[in-house]
């Protein structure tokens, strides 16, 4: 892998001329003519505009060594080993982006907030932590820098009210502290074809007395899920789900990921709800953290968690493969694409370039998938106004143990790798979209029939219900690794769905009382609740007009809702 970076980034450098003595207009035009030609929302004009902004902006930083990081995604591979040579050639900042796991990406960002030693000149780490570099005040202020010390080095063509994820990196003070690369939904995953099969839908609508469709609903996905699972289609046994059951950090992330949210977990409110989130975290009006557990008004052991984690056990154990109780993330990613999967509630849009591959036996011969991207279904407990899904940011942050000269370099690469001069060629490479404008752009209404509903989904109203973790999460990186260690325990029989989120919880609250007692957040950091029963704070919620902790439903199984993909896309384009 490394030989491989090597060779093809010196291609690259070789094509375009390297270092300061050659950087310039030349080598931006090179550029524009080999790698963007029309693939941009911009002219050649504006594009030739844009990069003479940034060669005139680097002047001052020409020949200095800038390093940062992201993890390893497609996009990411595509700015390393393409867009940062070429910025490279075109400016004389000679940027080395080093592409490492994302839990690594994490660690380094935490070491150099807690030792101030620059490690990195900027990060791409997920919008996730927009509460923790809010509340850590370690982070620049993306808005003062733009308008302080960064005026200099900020593109006036940025167009920041064209990017559709600034909200989810906007904190409760109001400012800008990360500025979105790339991001990607949780959605529905399902076999068109099988869906439209006139056996399966005669054989679903005689055992079930409703049509197969796109599930609403969890009732309608179970249905469809038991419905699957065991028949046979084109010789092979198939399984109406799959999940993955590990006990490793990935299973965090598949929670965190907004699976209670799906549940209804939580309050209303977007992109996260208020005053308890996601994550069942409960903030006061100073959106300072008051608790987790329902004892303190949080929802993270409430019945609308414990019901979404019970789900997520009977159905892996009932509906998905055998083999995924053992498998990881990164080891059950491909096997909807193997064509055994007629559904799946649960896949990042990340994976779609490897679903389109020529030759998979989800794709048809003309390169049109046999499957398409829904809405994810909603659990018993959700109401209309809550999310309903995730949606990974990952993000640049400068830190303010970066040396200034330095951070003004490393901010003219994180803005080029997202103008809008190469916006849309990156957006094709790694299907991660960021901007409005190349979501609209033309040559995605060519190629929207090749990506299953993805376009068709970020151009629809219901995108707005697909978020990061918000700002009610006070320590990203110290919560989050607690999830994998409880919900392991449930997957593995060891505890039950209830004493599972019991235990999260309050290890989640263990954390926030620390942090209470250093002072380390200030006013803005945690400060607990009293201690009451359920039916105290559901009250209280309820006396307020919110929602979180609802009390248990007792019939969890609700009446079954389908709807028909082509009209609900229809519906969305009116």
């Known amino acids: 892998m490394r030989r491989q970076f090597l060779t093809s980034t010196t291609a690259l450098v070789l094509l375009w001329g390297a270092g300061q003595a050659y950087a310039g207009m030349d080598e931006a ?6 790698e963007i030609k029309d693939l941009s929302t911009l002219d050649r004009a504006g594009q030739e505009a844009e990069l003479q ?5 680097a002047k001052p930083f020409a020949g200095m060594d800038i390093k940062v990081v992201s993890e390893t995604i497609d996009t990411h591979s595509y700015e390393s080993k393409v867009l ?3 910025f490279t050639a075109i400016t004389g900042i000679k940027i080395t982006h080093d592409l490492i796991g994302e839990g690594d990406v994490v660690e380094k960002l935490q070491t150099q907030m807690q030792s101030g030693e620059n490690i990195y000149d900027a990060y791409v780490n997920d919008s996730d932590l927009i509460g923790t570099h809010w509340r850590y005040q370690q982070a620049r202020s993306l808005t003062k820098w733009m308008a302080n010390e960064g005026k200099d080095v900020t593109n006036p063509n940025l167009d920041l009210a064209d990017f559709i994820g600034t909200k989810f990196t906007t904190a409760p003070d109001g400012d800008l502290y990360q500025l979105p690369d790339q991001q990607f939904a949780n959605l529905y995953w399902f076999r068109y074809d099988w869906f439209n099969d006139e056996k399966n839908k005669a054989d679903f609508k005689a055992k079930y007395g409703y049509d197969l469709g796109v599930p609403v609903n969890w009732s309608a996905y179970e249905d469809i899920a038991e419905f699957f699972t065991g028949r046979e289609i084109d010789g092979k046994k198939v399984y109406g789900h799959m999940d993955y059951g590990k006990k490793d950090p990935s299973l965090g992330w598949r929670f965190t990921d907004a699976w209670l949210s799906m549940a209804g977990n939580g309050d209303k409110g977007l992109p996260n709800g208020l005053p308890v989130d996601e994550w069942g975290i409960k903030v006061n009006e100073k959106s300072q953290p008051v608790g987790s557990c329902v004892a303190r008004g949080g929802d993270t052991n409430g019945p609308a968690s414990v019901y979404s984690i019970q789900k997520y056990l009977d ?23 193997q064509g055994t999967v007629a559904q799946q509630m ?3 849009t990340a994976f779609t370039a490897s679903f389109v591959k020529e030759g998979l036996p989800v794709v048809n011969a003309d390169g049109t998938p046999k499957w398409r991207f829904a809405p994810s279904p909603h659990g018993v407990y959700w109401k209309d106004g809550m999310k309903l899904g995730y949606q990974d940011v990952g993000s640049w942050t400068l830190l303010k143990s970066t040396p200034d000269d330095r951070a003004k370099a490393a901010w003219l690469y994180a803005q080029f790798v997202v103008s809008k001069t190469v916006d849309v060629k990156k957006s094709h490479v790694g299907l991660t979209l960021i901007r409005e404008s190349t979501i609209q752009d033309k040559s995605f209404t060519e190629r929207a029939p090749k990506l299953g509903g993805l376009i068709e989904f970020y151009r629809s109203p219901a995108r707005v219900q697909w978020s990061p973790t918000g700002t009610n999460v006070p320590d990203y990186p110290k919560l989050a690794q607690l999830w994998w260690q409880a919900i392991g325990d449930a997957s593995s029989g060891a505890k039950t769905a209830q004493e599972a989120m019991d235990s999260l919880c309050s290890e989640q609250e263990k954390v926030m009382e620390r942090l209470e007692k250093a002072g380390i957040q200030g006013d803005i950091g945690p400060k607990m609740a009293e201690e009451h029963d359920l039916a105290y704070w559901n009250a209280d919620a309820v006396k307020k007009g919110n929602l979180a902790p609802q009390l248990k439903i007792e019939n969890e199984k609700e009446k079954p809702i389908t709807i028909n993909y082509d009209e609900l896309v229809k519906s969305w384009q009116k």
């Open 346 to 348: 649960f896949t990042y």
């Open 29 to 34: 035009k090179t550029f524009l003519d080999t």
């Open 84 to 86: 940062a040579p070429a």
């Open 315 to 337: 159905w892996l154990k009932a509906y998905a493969p055998p083999e995924a109780q053992g498998m990881t993330f990164g080891e059950s990613g491909p096997v909807p694409s």
């Open 53 to 57: 902004w940034f060669i005139d902006a």
